[in-house]
């Protein structure tokens, strides 16, 4: 019993707690601000909205403190797209599929914790506030509330109904594909500036779908649904993956830039591509780091820990770090697939 308190409640809140922090000190502390990347990407922002020669200051809400911060995000995805970092892009629009999927998911399996029950809030606040800081916090929820194990306690109270699996597949195409599409190809502010709220937008297409094929009318079990929604995630993340990153094994130099973060700020004045790749390189060592981690406890002992440590280890390397999340993500939903038939039976 102390040791599953521990395990359970002392050793992921002294874990992940932390990282946020940390990651909070290092993505914006030093390399946002230290580096000057923020004064770079205050200068597209400071004038009054309309101003001639600050295309990106619009007034996209109208609310002024949240329209500056909407500036300065599209300001920062506009440089991220610079073609010299396509390997980063993709590794981070790939990785952030998978672990945009895991709050969504959890919210819609049936008797869910209250705390966690909120995944458009989720993606919001990671959209504001950066995933590396964000959800290592969702994960101390995500443990705590006792989500992460995996086994049903209560009847059914981990399946995802047909209706539901179908939403979310609906609201990860429509809701996060498409906008992330359109932003790469297109390049505009508009398309730059709508990316922004994807939450919001797969909540809705989530919404809408939910009222065409209610999961309360569609019962059965959407685990192959969902198995095809990880399956999309894990191949789209594998393509990407070898196109973009396996020319740069080739490359040392050249991956060092792209995808390796440093700790130490440039001693060099920065481009604002490069200081908002620096940026993105420590947001996806926590944000994809902290999901990769938690994963440890979706083991059922050493043995599951030490091939979980060889799967990350490998299939983030042959097929990227995306691939890697969508794959354990798609094994945990096995594993809770087959401890719930009997209790359905009795339905």
């Not at 609906?170 to 359109?182: D, N, Q």
């Not at 297409?205 to 894990?234: C, D, E, N």
């Not at 944000?287 to 440590?309: D, H, I, P, R, Y």
């Amino acid at each position: 019993m102390a040791f599953n308190i521990f395990l359970r409640g002392v050793l992921p809140t002294a874990i992940f707690l932390p990282m946020s922090y940390v990651a909070m000190q290092i993505v914006f502390g030093r390399h946002m601000y230290q580096s000057g990347t923020g004064l770079q990407l205050r200068e597209h922002c400071s004038a009054p909205i309309g101003t001639e020669g600050y295309p990106l200051r619009l007034a996209y809400t109208g609310y002024p403190d949240l329209d500056y911060r909407m500036c300065a995000l599209v300001a920062l995805f506009k440089a991220l797209l610079n073609p010299a970092y396509r390997p980063l892009v993709a590794e981070l629009f790939t990785a952030l599929a998978a672990v945009t999927m895991i709050p969504f998911v959890e919210a819609a399996r049936e008797k869910r914790s209250i705390f966690l029950g909120m995944p458009a809030a989720v993606g919001v606040l990671f959209q504001l506030f950066s995933f590396a800081v964000i959800m290592p916090v969702y994960y101390v929820a995500l443990i705590l509330s006792g989500a992460a194990i995996g086994s049903p306690v209560k009847g059914r109270a981990t399946k995802i109904t047909q209706g539901s699996a179908e939403a979310l597949l609906f609201a990860l195409v429509v809701g996060y594909i498409i906008p992330t599409v359109c932003m790469v190809v297109f390049q505009d502010t508009i398309s730059t500036a709508l990316w922004q709220g994807y939450p919001i937008i797969m909540a809705f297409a989530q919404f809408l779908h939910l009222i065409i094929r209610p999961s309360s009318r569609y019962v059965k079990s959407g685990y192959v649904t969902i198995q095809a929604m990880y399956g999309l995630i894990f191949v789209t993340s594998a393509i990407l993956h070898i196109y973009y990153t396996w020319p740069l094994f080739f490359d040392i130099q050249q991956f060092q830039k792209v995808l390796v973060p440093q700790l130490a700020l440039s001693r060099h004045p920065l481009s604002l591509a490069e200081g908002v790749a620096a940026v993105i390189q420590w947001d996806a060592v926590f944000g994809v780091g902290s999901t990769l981690l938690v994963t440890f406890w979706f083991a059922q002992g050493m043995k599951e820990v030490a091939l979980l440590f060889l799967w990350h280890a490998l299939v983030s390397v042959a097929f990227g770090p995306g691939a890697a999340i969508a794959g354990v993500l798609s094994f945990r939903e096995a594993r809770i697939n087959s401890q719930t038939p009997v209790v359905d039976k009795e339905q």
